[in-house]
């Protein structure tokens, strides 16, 4: 198969703001439209002073508790709000081609954008190994139908 989706449902995703500092739970924050990872924890910036914390599942009160700790102005269990789709393969590109904006060319591993894919929000992680999508709950079946479909000529 040269494209392959995969959902990793219940992640843990707390969305996080600052008034100041340079890293949370031991990991450097990342810079604008990037994301950075470590002590089982990624980092995604979301906005000048707003960043969404993905972990494994089941991890929300005990990182909710260690970003308050940390001086955190604000943090939020948005865990229910997104599912997570790992979407990866020779042709994942294209697929996302189809129903992105974004050059995706020229996003190098480590990027990270809130953008729209076939009028539904998102957010794409760009990886060395493919891409993660988070996209919103409510819309998970209508992107899994618009995905499947964009894949058919991709799947021999």
């Keep these: 198969m040269t494209v392959d989706a995969v959902e990793e449902p219940f992640r843990t995703q707390l969305t996080v703001r600052l008034r100041e500092g340079n890293a949370l739970l031991g990991v450097?924050?990342?810079?604008?439209?990037?994301f950075t990872g470590g002590n089982g924890v990624e980092?995604?910036?979301?906005?000048?002073?707003?960043?969404?914390?993905?972990?494994?599942?089941g991890r929300q009160e005990e990182l909710e508790t260690a970003l308050r700790d940390?001086?955190?102005?604000?943090?939020?269990?948005?865990?229910?709000?997104?599912?997570?789709?790992?979407?990866?393969?020779?042709?994942?590109?294209?697929?996302?081609?189809?129903?992105?904006?974004?050059d995706l060319e020229a996003?190098?591993?480590?990027?990270c954008v809130q953008t729209l894919f076939a009028r539904t929000g998102i957010v794409l992680m760009v990886r060395e190994a493919g891409f993660t999508i988070l996209v919103r709950q409510s819309f998970a079946?209508?992107?899994?139908?618009?995905?499947?479909?964009a894949s058919l000529e991709y799947v021999p």
């Design 107 to 111: 996003s190098p591993p480590g990027s």
């Design 70 to 102: 940390e001086g955190a102005a604000a943090v939020v269990d948005v865990s229910a709000q997104r599912t997570t789709v790992r979407l990866t393969g020779e042709h994942a590109r294209d697929v996302l081609a189809h129903g992105c904006a974004i």
């Design 43 to 57: 980092i995604l910036w979301m906005g000048p002073d707003e960043y969404l914390v993905l972990a494994e599942p």
């Design 141 to 149: 079946n209508y992107f899994t139908a618009w995905l499947a479909d």
């Design 28 to 34: 450097e924050l990342p810079g604008a439209c990037r």
